[in-house]
């Protein structure tokens, strides 16, 4: 199927993706009939394109390589803002990627809305929009007959949304329990080696896991945005941010740690969401795990879930939980889900 992308919010993760639809074009249209085009792409700091019949994608990621920008692109209409291009381009799927407000959700949260009115498809990666408005999105996304995916928003690729909601369909899940959030789970683990906290940190803002301001990682914001996506969309719940009980890493010590890994324990910043008799009670806390705990075993950015179901007992996934294609792969499996849906439909 033809499918016309707009990218609103070009950074890191955008890049990835334009280099995995550029890499595996071929593969996609043999394997999967799934021909995209990206039409747009709109970026305040890195430029905005428009041209209706497609952007040259390799053009695209040598000037990003070349100049960090996209400004010397020919052929094509520049300087559309993020609410032009989503409202006036060709494109039938936006994809937003701006960076992330778990206050206000903005500047996503405006996007999402008018390109779901717009009776446009979204997929994002932005965790503040969904977390502050999922069922709000989700029912205009029902009213203007368009899809809405954001798997990236948790755990990256690795498949957590997309599998509890369609292989895992029919299944009750009591309690999800993860360690979410990479940069925290990677200071952990340094420092059972010896490492200090603010080395440890430092090394993880070096290898990019660390958000902009690290206070979200380390206070356990992100995992609280990452809970309550999973709480609200996996498990009906309605939680907002107050509902989430917190505790961030900052305050274990290095000998604390490093006690618990003489015993085989290891500290982990886990966020969890219970269902109980009239709610989902959320937590994002440290926890001491034993060795035969699943996540226990789970080092350095890695990320992993447990579900517990009613029929399948624990079910774990394990996998990256932040990265430049790790999380441009998470677009790409929303745009083929999006893809086979349309094609189904279609007949
Ligand atoms: N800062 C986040 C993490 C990035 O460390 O997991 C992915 O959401």
């Keep these: 199927m033809q499918s016309k992308l707009a990218i609103v919010g070009l950074g890191t993760v955008g890049k990835g993706l334009i280099e995995l639809l550029y890499e595996k074009s071929n593969f996609l249209s043999e394997k999967y009939h799934f021909n995209p085009t990206v039409v747009a792409i709109s970026d305040p700091r890195v430029g905005s394109l428009y041209n209706e019949s497609g952007l040259d994608l390799k053009r695209i990621l040598s000037l990003l390589d070349r100049d960090g920008n996209i400004k010397d692109y020919p052929d094509a209409i520049s300087g559309w803002d993020s609410l032009k291009t989503i409202k006036e381009s060709n494109a039938d799927t936006i994809i937003e990627l701006t960076p992330t407000n778990l206050e206000t959700g903005e500047p996503g949260l405006p996007f999402i809305r008018t390109a779901l009115k717009a009776g446009k498809d979204v997929v994002t990666t932005n965790k503040g929009p969904i977390a502050l408005a999922y069922r709000e999105l989700?029912?205009?996304?029902?009213?203007?007959?368009?899809?809405?995916?954001f798997e990236g928003t948790v755990i990256a690729g690795t498949p957590a949304l997309n599998l509890a909601l369609s292989p895992l369909a029919g299944i009750n899940i009591t309690e999800v329990r993860g360690i979410v959030n990479g940069t925290t789970n990677y200071i952990l683990t340094r420092m059972e080696s010896g490492m200090s906290y603010e080395e440890a940190l430092k090394e993880a803002q070096l290898k990019g896991y660390a958000e902009a301001i690290p206070d979200a990682d380390v206070k356990g914001w992100d995992a609280v945005a990452k809970i309550i996506i999973i709480a609200n969309v996996l498990m009906g719940g309605n939680v907002t941010v107050k509902d989430v009980e917190r505790e961030g890493i900052d305050s274990i010590t290095l000998k604390e740690v490093e006690e618990a890994a003489k015993e085989n324990k290891h500290w982990k910043l886990i966020g969890r969401a219970t269902k109980l008799d009239r709610e989902i009670k959320t937590r994002v806390s440290p926890e001491k795990?034993?060795?035969?705990?699943?996540?226990?075993?789970?080092?350095g950015a890695t990320n992993a879930i447990c579900?517990?179901?009613?029929?399948?007992?624990?079910?774990?996934?394990?996998?990256?939980?932040?990265g430049k294609r790790e999380t441009g792969f998470a677009i790409l499996s929303d745009l083929l889900d999006i893809n086979r849906l349309k094609e189904f439909c279609s007949g």
Excluded at 289 to 299: I, R
Excluded at 307 to 322: E, K, N
């Design 307 to 322: 579900f517990t179901t009613d029929i399948l007992g624990d079910v774990t996934i394990i996998g990256p939980g932040a």
């Design 138 to 149: 989700q029912e205009l996304a029902n009213e203007n007959n368009c899809m809405l995916r």
């Design 289 to 299: 795990l034993d060795e035969d705990d699943p996540l226990s075993q789970v080092a």
